[in-house]
């Protein structure tokens, strides 16, 4: 070789092991630039004998946020799909949906409802009325994410005397599981099957939210997230009409038909 070739043949080890070592970052780099936002931690669960769809966010990278009317004409949502319509309209896709607490017949939050830090609803510790289903089952919680970003479910009582606010938040009930117990409440081998949905801080930073995609007793649905998911407190939302909406996956949870409007939904919208 001359003196003076400085470079190596492109078929040259060199230029392969290079050409090796750049894929990895090359393709990283498509990934972050073609805005493509990553697939959400979406499961089927088998527990027990049943099946649950079940979804984790994990709020250091996905913002979850909580919807009741749309802001440029005070009109419910009522639907994911309508939520997901708005969205699109303002140039944000639906990566997740699940509608939120209990409700009354005028299609109101029946407890606690803050969005983005304003109280719309406050807290309700009303307790034993029977027009309020199973809301009237004690303990009914809170799951709320704070504004430094953590989540948490807390009794409603436990909620009040805390006295944090919180940034977005529902109360909804029963308790599924407090303090690492399940409600005792729940019967074992009760009749009272129904699709049923449910949210659990796991961690601070991660929330998990689930909904049997067969009829589940309440026993068999505290059961999930205590033994399976791994929650200290968890909060039941809803039931028969429960679905959750996963961007590429569809809707998981109650069918279609069974759907009544809602009166909140969580969702995380793709970030810009």
Not at 226 to 250: E, F, K, M, P, T
Request: a neutral charge; one cysteine or more.
């Amino acid at each position: 070789m001359s003196r003076f070739q400085l470079s190596t043949p492109r078929d040259h080890p060199r230029h392969r092991a290079g050409r090796r070592l750049l894929l990895p970052w090359l393709l990283a780099g498509l990934c972050a630039c073609s805005g493509a936002a990553p697939p959400l931690d979406s499961n089927e669960v088998t527990y027990a004998g049943q099946n649950y769809r079940v979804v984790r966010i994990d709020l250091r990278h996905e913002s979850l946020s909580l919807h009741w009317r749309n802001p440029q004409n005070g009109q419910a949502f009522g639907s994911i799909e309508a939520l997901r319509a708005w969205g699109a309209d303002h140039g944000q896709r639906l990566l997740f949906a699940a509608n939120a607490g209990i409700y009354d017949k005028q299609s109101a939050p029946l407890g606690l409802h803050v969005e983005d830090g304003k109280t719309l609803v406050p807290l309700n510790l009303a307790h034993g009325n029977p027009a309020s289903g199973n809301f009237s089952l004690l303990p009914n919680g809170v799951f709320a994410i704070y504004p430094d970003g953590h989540a948490a479910v807390h009794t409603s009582e436990e909620f009040k005397a805390d006295g944090q606010s919180a940034q977005w938040a529902t109360q909804s009930g029963p308790m599924l599981v407090i303090d690492g117990k399940l409600n005792p409440q729940f019967i074992d081998d009760s009749g009272s099957l129904k699709f049923r949905s449910g949210v659990c801080a796991q961690t601070p930073g991660k929330v998990v939210f689930a909904v049997s995609e067969v009829p589940v007793n309440f026993h068999a649905f505290a059961s999930l997230f205590r033994n399976q998911l791994g929650c200290r407190d968890a909060l039941y939302l809803d039931g028969s009409i429960s679905q959750l909406y996963v961007d590429g996956q569809d809707y998981a949870g109650a069918p279609n038909f069974m759907v009544k409007p809602y009166a909140g939904i969580f969702a995380v919208f793709a970030k810009p």
